[in-house]
Structures are given as C-alpha cells and as structure tokens.
C-alpha cells in the first residue's frame, strides 16, 4: 500500500543497519500513526526502498511497540 510520503529537501537522510544490511532511509513526522486500536499523535518514521528480497509493506517499530503499550501475543499472532 502506498503512503504517498516523498522525499523533500528538509528530509534527514540517516544511514541505518539491521541483520540484512545498511540502507540510507529519510525520516517525516507525519500526524497521526493508527495499527488497530494503537494511535500516536506527531511521530517521526523511517521511510526506505525496503528491498528484502520479498513482499514487505512495512516494519512496526519497537518504539511505535512501547509507546502505545502493546502486548505481542505470538502464539495468536496479534498484538494487544
């Protein structure tokens, strides 16, 4: 799914690293961030080309996770 969000000359443009790698990825602050029941007002995301080798839409962060409170029930499947 796109989110329409490009990226503009104010844009912070940081170097990350994970298990897969290092990508360059820009940062926004966009309004309002909702998965399921969980809403943050004004938080800052990370957007990225994403090339994994497979169909990804998008990596839920642990500090969206913490923010909000949310419990991973990995038996389930779902987050509380």
Same mark, same amino acid.
């Given at each position: 799914?796109?989110?329409?969000?490009?990226?503009?000359?104010?844009?912070?443009?940081r170097r990350i690293s994970g298990v897969g790698g290092s990508e360059f990825v820009f940062t926004k602050h966009v309004d309002c961030l909702v998965l399921g029941c969980f809403e943050l007002i004004d938080f800052e995301i990370?957007?990225?080309?994403?090339?994994? #080798?497979?169909? /990804? $839409?998008?990596?839920?962060?642990?500090?969206?996770?913490?923010?909000? #409170?949310?419990? /991973? $029930?990995?038996?389930?499947?779902?987050i509380d």
């Amino acid at each position: 799914m796109a989110i329409g969000l490009q990226f503009e000359s104010q844009d912070v443009v940081r170097r990350i690293s994970g298990v897969g790698g290092s990508e360059f990825v820009f940062t926004k602050h966009v309004d309002c961030l909702v998965l399921g029941c969980f809403e943050l007002i004004d938080f800052e995301i990370e957007i990225g080309t994403m090339d994994y #080798g497979f169909a /990804i $839409d998008g990596i839920i962060g642990i500090n969206f996770l913490r923010q909000v #409170g949310a419990c /991973i $029930d990995l038996a389930k499947l779902e987050i509380d």
